[in-house]
């Protein structure tokens, strides 16, 4: 009877170390996305002046490059006439206020519109990403008339 007992015991302790509720594995480590949370977004719209003679919309973005002194700035419009050629850049300020240009124009490449009236158009800059301040989206009618926005939006900074 002795015996039982021990093994009992034996079985119980075993029991209770197998599921200790308090032992925990070591924490493993945990890759981090850098651009979470650093990530300007944007929504573009034809400016009131020109509605009804052109509809433009879409999305723009600034994050972080590839280094620390980069920038990537996108941009995606929509509903826009199929082949034309859009020159556009990111600048200081908002809609309407303008304070000049994040970077150089000729960084910007102009975004082509597909048959679908969609085009898209990325650059990087050699700048830091802003971590406050105010930034705007700005599309361009043209080439030959850049004075006519035919689509701003206003960046929103990211959420900390």
């Not at 209770?16 to 944007?42: I, K, M, Q, Y």
């Not at 034809?46 to 052109?54: D, Q, R």
């Not at 009236?117 to 105010?134: D, E, I, L, Q």
Request: proline share 8%; glycine share 10%; net charge neutral.
């Amino acid at each position: 009877m002795h015996h039982s007992h021990v093994f009992v015991l034996a079985a119980s302790v075993l029991a209770v170390t197998a599921c200790n509720p308090f032992h925990r594995e070591p924490v493993t480590a945990v890759s981090r996305d850098v651009n979470l949370n650093a990530r300007w977004r944007g929504q573009l719209a034809t400016p009131a002046a020109l509605a009804g003679a052109v509809q433009i919309n879409g999305t723009a973005s600034m994050q972080p490059g590839k280094s620390i002194e980069d920038t990537m700035l996108s941009l995606n419009i929509a509903n826009a006439t199929p082949g034309g050629v859009h020159p556009w850049q990111v600048h200081r300020g908002q809609c309407g206020a303008d304070e000049g240009i994040f970077g150089t124009a000729a960084a910007y490449r102009p975004v082509k519109i597909g048959d679908d009236g969609r085009g898209g158009s990325g650059t990087t800059v050699p700048m830091a990403t802003p971590t406050y301040g105010n930034y705007f989206v700005t599309v361009f009618a043209s080439a030959a008339n850049p004075e006519t926005v035919v689509a701003c939006g206003n960046l929103a900074p990211p959420v900390r």
